[in-house]
Nanobody, 126 residues
Framework: QVQLVESGGGLVQAGGSLRLSCVAS????????RGWFRQAPGKEREFVAR???????YYADSVKGRFTISRDRAMNTVFLQMDSLKPEDTAVYYC????????????????????WGQGTQVTVSS
């Protein structure tokens, strides 16, 4: 079993920055992608960003140009650097790991991921 643990959330003023981390541990699994999702109160969980072993990244339009996903060489740890934060970025942020091929090829949906962290709260005040 793979365990994912996020850290780095907190309270920040609009325009500020936060850096989230997610460490994977447990039984090794083939990694196809690592991703970040978020869920705001009363809303569905939504895709934020993902990174492939090749280093290829993809971002939701709402965070493009402000957030950066990165990883260590082994993809055991992934990061989400969040700059120019807005109040609408307030949510619980979840990291995820895909251990199988996504037939859709995009790794932008929840269904593509097998393992999830417990989430970390990010609150952006105006």
């Amino acid at each position: 079993q793979v365990q994912l643990v996020e850290s780095g959330g907190g309270l920040v003023q609009a325009g500020g920055s936060l850096r989230l981390s997610c460490v994977a541990s447990g039984r090794s699994a083939r990694l196809y992608a690592r991703g970040w999702f978020r869920q705001a109160p009363g809303k569905e969980r939504e895709f934020v960003a993902r990174i492939l072993p090749s280093g290829s990244t993809y971002y939701a339009d709402s965070v493009k140009g402000r957030f950066t996903i990165s990883r260590d060489r082994a993809m055991n740890t992934v990061f989400l650097q969040m700059d120019s934060l807005k109040p609408e970025d307030t949510a619980v942020y979840y990291c995820a790991l895909a251990g199988r091929y996504d037939s859709g090829g995009s790794y932008r949906t929840m269904m593509a991921y097998d393992y999830w962290g417990q989430g970390t709260q990010v609150t952006v005040s105006s």
